[in-house]
């Protein structure tokens, strides 16, 4: 749990070194080039280490709950966990002012990784525990994408809507999920 942790905060100095000396020139600095290193071993480091914790401490999660009626939300959690990073991941970048094609992608790989791990295991789960097919995975993720979508675009990016627009997109995003959940005869 060290290691995540630590390579963590190894992405961020890097991100961070980037951020302080980017100074919009078409140059690379020695210091650019450094900080691109710590994201890259901060980010295959943190892959390699939350693969091991994750795989490790999933089985021991699911064999708890599979006695009790948290493991659907359990599995629901790590595939919301893993779209609240890809939608930081694809949209964040958005908000930064000046921003390049490369200091989003650096910005968005660390939360590309993280949301690898979580969607992998949620949608492994909810195949094997909850017995959804394909197609009800990639809507339930699908739904949980647009309301974070919808949460960044009213809360971060504080673009203007049409207020009945949005009600009436968030009431069917929420229909769909229910939907596609409830269990058929």
């Given at each position: 749990m060290?290691?995540?942790?630590?390579?963590?905060?190894?992405?961020?100095?890097?991100?961070?070194?980037?951020?302080?000396?980017?100074?919009?020139?078409?140059?690379?600095?020695?210091?650019?080039?450094?900080?691109?290193?710590?994201?890259?071993?901060?980010?295959i480091?943190?892959?390699?280490?939350?693969?091991?914790?994750?795989?490790?401490?999933?089985?021991?999660?699911?064999?708890?709950?599979?006695?009790?009626?948290?493991?659907?939300?359990?599995?629901?959690?790590?595939?919301?966990?893993?779209?609240?990073?890809?939608?930081?991941?694809?949209?964040?970048?958005?908000?930064?002012?000046?921003?390049?094609?490369?200091?989003?992608?650096?910005?968005?790989?660390?939360?590309?990784?993280?949301?690898?791990?979580?969607?992998?295991?949620?949608?492994?789960?909810?195949?094997?525990?909850?017995?959804?097919?394909?197609?009800?995975?990639?809507?339930?993720?699908?739904?949980?994408?647009?309301?974070?979508?919808?949460?960044?675009?009213?809360?971060?990016?504080?673009?203007?809507?049409?207020v009945?627009?949005e009600?009436?997109?968030?009431?069917?995003?929420?229909?769909?999920?229910?939907?596609?959940?409830?269990?058929?005869?």
């Amino acid at each position: 749990m060290i290691n995540i942790y630590l390579n963590i905060i190894i992405i961020l100095v890097g991100i961070l070194m980037w951020f302080f000396n980017d100074n919009s020139t078409p140059e690379v600095s020695v210091a650019i080039i450094i900080a691109i290193f710590l994201i890259i071993f901060g980010g295959i480091n943190l892959l390699i280490n939350l693969e091991g914790f994750l795989s490790k401490h999933d089985a021991e999660i699911i064999q708890n709950f599979t006695k009790t009626s948290h493991t659907t939300l359990y599995i629901y959690l790590l595939i919301f966990i893993g779209s609240v990073c890809y939608t930081i991941a694809s949209y964040y970048h958005l908000k930064l002012k000046n921003w390049t094609f490369l200091k989003a992608l650096l910005i968005a790989i660390p939360f590309v990784i993280i949301e690898y791990q979580f969607s992998l295991r949620g949608n492994m789960h909810a195949r094997r525990h909850l017995n959804l097919n394909a197609v009800e995975i990639v809507i339930i993720t699908m739904c949980f994408y647009f309301i974070n979508a919808w949460i960044l675009n009213y809360l971060v990016l504080k673009q203007n809507m049409t207020v009945w627009r949005e009600i009436l997109s968030f009431i069917l995003i929420i229909c769909a999920f229910l939907i596609t959940t409830q269990k058929r005869a």
